[in-house]
C-alpha cells in the first residue's frame, strides 16, 4: 500500500508507515537513535542504550546486521588496513569483529523494544543479514550509504515490499537514481532517503543541507539526516529545511571507549535534540500571511490616524491636528494624505481616533 502526502510546493510525496506511524510531509519527524557499536559487545548495555534512548524521545532504535564475514574477508595486507579516520590502522575485518551486534541479541532487544512501545529495525549489509532480519519481521529495512551502490542487495531488500530507508552518503545524483529505480522496480512503495555526509565526524560546513529539498523535489520521496556532526544544531537546521527522519549515533556516554563513540550523542544531547526538533517542527506552520491568533492582541500596538488638537466642525484637516501615532483604534495612516484638506464633521476633541463619521460626507471619498 503507498501512502502519499503533498509537500510545501503542493507535490504529491510518497510517504512511509511504519508500525502505524505516517512519515513525510507534515508529519511529526521520526527520530532514530543508531546503536551501531556503543554496545560493545555488552548485553545489559545495548539494553541500557535501548531505555535511554526511549527516554530521550526516539521513535526508534536502529541496529547494524553484519559479521566481519559478510563485509570483508580477514586479510593483512595494506589495502584492508584503515587510513585517514578514527580507525587509523585497524583491519577492516578488526573493526568489523569490534563493532558488529551479535545476532543471538535481536529477539530480546526486539521484545525490549516492543515493552518500551519504540521501532527497532537495522541496516542489512548482505542477503545473510537480510532473510536473519525478515525472519525477525522487522517493519522497515535500511540500506546504508556504502551499500547504495550494491544493486543487487537492494533488489533483494526491496523485494520484500517493507518500507525503505537509503543513505546517501558519498554517492551522485545518478547513484542516487539508480538505487531509487532499482527499488521501485524491485517492488518498494514507500521509500525514504537520508541526506549523509560519511565523515566521522562530519565537519557541518560539508553537510550542504540545501540538498534536502532538492532530493525530495527530484526523487519525489521524503529526505532526511543520517547525521554524524558532533553537535545537535544541524538536525534541527535539516527540519527546518523538510527532513523528516532524523538519525543520530546515541550512546550512554563518550567516556566510554569504541568505535562510534567519539560522534554519538549522550542521553540528555539527545534529549535536548529531540527536543530543539520538535520545537523547529511547530515553528515550521504553513503559508499563511495575516494576524496569528496569538498576534490579534498586538494589532493595537499598530499606528492608526488621530486627531492631536480640538478641531472645530468645519475646520480643515492639516499637518498640525491629525497625525499617524499609536495605538491602533483609527483609520489606516494610508488615508492620511486623502484626508488632508476635508473638513471636520463635528467638533472633534484631542485623541480622538479618526473615523470615516468625522469627515464631511460630501467631502469624503
Same mark, same amino acid.
Not at 527540519?239 to 569504541?258: D, M, N, W, Y
Given at each position: 500500500?503507498?501512502?502519499?502526502?503533498?509537500?510545501?510546493?503542493?507535490?504529491?510525496?510518497?510517504?512511509?508507515?511504519?508500525?502505524?506511524?505516517?512519515?513525510?510531509?507534515?508529519?511529526?519527524?521520526?527520530?532514530?537513535?543508531?546503536?551501531?557499536?556503543?554496545?560493545?559487545?555488552?548485553?545489559?548495555r545495548a539494553v541500557?542504550?535501548?531505555?535511554?534512548?526511549? $527516554?530521550? =524521545?526516539?521513535? /526508534?532504535?536502529?541496529?547494524?546486521?553484519?559479521?566481519?564475514d559478510t563485509l570483508?574477508?580477514?586479510?593483512?595486507?595494506?589495502?584492508?588496513?584503515?587510513?585517514?579516520?578514527?580507525?587509523?590502522?585497524?583491519?577492516?575485518?578488526?573493526?568489523?569483529? +569490534?563493532?558488529?551486534?551479535?545476532?543471538?541479541?535481536?529477539?530480546?532487544?526486539?521484545?525490549?523494544?516492543?515493552?518500551?512501545?519504540?521501532?527497532?529495525?537495522?541496516?542489512?549489509?548482505?542477503?545473510?543479514?537480510? *532473510?536473519?532480519?525478515?525472519?525477525?519481521?522487522?517493519?522497515?529495512?535500511?540500506?546504508?550509504?556504502?551499500?547504495i551502490v550494491d544493486?543487487?542487495?537492494?533488489?533483494?531488500?526491496?523485494?520484500?515490499?517493507?518500507?525503505?530507508?537509503?543513505?546517501?552518503?558519498?554517492?551522485?545524483?545518478?547513484?542516487?537514481?539508480?538505487?531509487?529505480?532499482?527499488? *521501485? $522496480?524491485? =517492488?518498494?512503495?514507500?521509500?525514504?532517503?537520508?541526506?549523509?555526509?560519511?565523515?566521522?565526524? /562530519?565537519?557541518? +560546513?560539508?553537510?550542504?543541507?540545501?540538498?534536502?529539498?532538492?532530493?525530495?523535489?527530484? &526523487?519525489? $520521496?521524503?529526505?532526511?539526516?543520517?547525521?554524524?556532526?558532533?553537535?545537535?544544531?544541524?538536525?534541527?537546521? /535539516?527540519?527546518?529545511?523538510?527532513?523528516?527522519?532524523?538519525?543520530?549515533?546515541?550512546?550512554?556516554?563518550?567516556?566510554?571507549?569504541?568505535?562510534?563513540?567519539?560522534?554519538?550523542?549522550?542521553?540528555?544531547?539527545? *534529549?535536548?535534540?529531540?527536543?530543539?526538533? *520538535?520545537?523547529?517542527?511547530?515553528?515550521?506552520?504553513?503559508?499563511?500571511?495575516? /494576524?496569528?491568533?496569538?498576534?490579534?492582541?498586538?494589532?493595537?500596538?499598530?499606528?492608526?490616524?488621530?486627531?492631536?488638537?480640538?478641531? +472645530?466642525?468645519?475646520?480643515? &484637516?492639516?499637518?498640525?491636528?491629525?497625525?499617524?501615532?499609536?495605538?491602533?483604534?483609527?483609520?489606516?495612516?494610508?488615508?492620511?494624505?486623502?484626508?488632508?484638506?476635508?473638513?471636520?464633521?463635528?467638533?472633534?476633541?484631542?485623541?480622538?481616533?479618526?473615523?470615516?463619521?468625522?469627515?464631511?460626507?460630501?467631502?469624503?471619498?
Open positions: 500500500m503507498s501512502f502519499f502526502t503533498k509537500n510545501e510546493k503542493g507535490n504529491m510525496i510518497e510517504s512511509l508507515q511504519i508500525n502505524g506511524k505516517l512519515i513525510g510531509p507534515g508529519s511529526p519527524v521520526y527520530i532514530i537513535a543508531e546503536m551501531s557499536a556503543n554496545h560493545n559487545q555488552d548485553f545489559s541500557q542504550i535501548m531505555k535511554a534512548a526511549k $527516554a530521550a =524521545g526516539a521513535d /526508534a532504535v536502529k541496529l547494524q546486521t553484519y559479521t566481519p570483508t574477508i580477514n586479510c593483512d595486507n595494506d589495502l584492508f588496513r584503515i587510513k585517514d579516520t578514527l580507525w587509523n590502522g585497524k583491519l577492516l575485518y578488526e573493526l568489523y569483529a +569490534e563493532a558488529s551486534t551479535p545476532w543471538e541479541w535481536y529477539p530480546k532487544l526486539k521484545e525490549i523494544a516492543r515493552e518500551l512501545e519504540m521501532d527497532i529495525f537495522s541496516t542489512a549489509f548482505d542477503l545473510t543479514a537480510l *532473510r536473519f532480519l525478515e525472519e525477525m519481521e522487522v517493519p522497515v529495512h535500511k540500506i546504508s550509504s556504502f551499500e544493486i543487487p542487495l537492494i533488489e533483494e531488500v526491496a523485494s520484500t515490499g517493507k518500507p525503505l530507508i537509503i543513505s546517501t552518503g558519498m554517492a551522485t545524483q545518478e547513484e542516487i537514481g539508480d538505487a531509487v529505480r532499482t527499488a *521501485r $522496480a524491485s =517492488g518498494a512503495r514507500q521509500i525514504a532517503l537520508l541526506k549523509c555526509t560519511s565523515a566521522y565526524p /562530519a565537519p557541518p +560546513e560539508e553537510m550542504h543541507l540545501r540538498t534536502i529539498p532538492d532530493m525530495a523535489e527530484t &526523487f519525489q $520521496a521524503p529526505v532526511g539526516l543520517s547525521d554524524h556532526t558532533s553537535g545537535i544544531s544541524v538536525p534541527s537546521a /535539516a527540519v527546518a529545511l523538510g527532513a523528516c527522519i532524523i538519525e543520530k549515533h546515541f550512546t550512554l556516554s563518550r567516556e566510554i571507549p569504541g568505535p562510534d563513540s567519539a560522534f554519538s550523542l549522550e542521553p540528555h544531547e539527545f *534529549r535536548k535534540m529531540v527536543d530543539e526538533v *520538535r520545537t523547529v517542527e511547530k515553528a515550521l506552520g504553513s503559508v499563511r500571511y495575516g /494576524a496569528k491568533e496569538q498576534e490579534q492582541k498586538s494589532k493595537v500596538f499598530r499606528r492608526s490616524l488621530f486627531v492631536i488638537r480640538n478641531m +472645530e466642525e468645519g475646520e480643515s &484637516f492639516d499637518r498640525d491636528n491629525i497625525r499617524s501615532i499609536r495605538p491602533g483604534f483609527g483609520l489606516p495612516p494610508k488615508h492620511y494624505k486623502d484626508i488632508l484638506g476635508k473638513k471636520a464633521a463635528t467638533f472633534i476633541p484631542r485623541g480622538t481616533p479618526l473615523e470615516w463619521k468625522h469627515i464631511k460626507q460630501d467631502d469624503a471619498d
